[in-house]
């Protein structure tokens, strides 16, 4: 006979959002983790550039709260995409929500 296990883990959850954007690749970069270090997105943070240099992705996961943040700068589509993920729906969503409302303001 088979033991019951423990209840499942939660699934994790992704909120997503992207904007337009002309900004340039750095100003871009420098905004946002100026603004996520501020919400309290400061451990382990990473930069991946694109091969050509022209694009980059930016991964930190929040410093208390079980969430992570991650941004894709590219310049030359002109967008700026941002996910939160984290396993606990609520919490994802507001972190989410303040993240998008301090990176793109009200859209």
Request: hydrophobic share 35%.
């Amino acid at each position: 006979m088979l033991e019951a296990s423990a209840a499942p883990e939660s699934p994790p959850c992704v909120y997503t959002a992207a904007i337009h954007t002309s900004a340039d690749l750095v100003s871009s970069l420098t905004g946002i983790t100026r603004l996520a270090h501020d919400l309290g997105f400061q451990r382990d943070p990473e930069t991946h550039y694109a091969s050509d240099g022209r694009s980059a992705s930016y991964h930190v996961d929040h410093l208390r709260l079980p969430v992570a943040l991650s941004i894709d700068c590219n310049p030359v589509r002109q967008t700026v995409a941002i996910a939160v993920s984290g396993c606990d729906g609520d919490l994802t969503y507001r972190c989410f929500r303040q993240v998008e409302a301090s990176l793109f303001g009200a859209c």
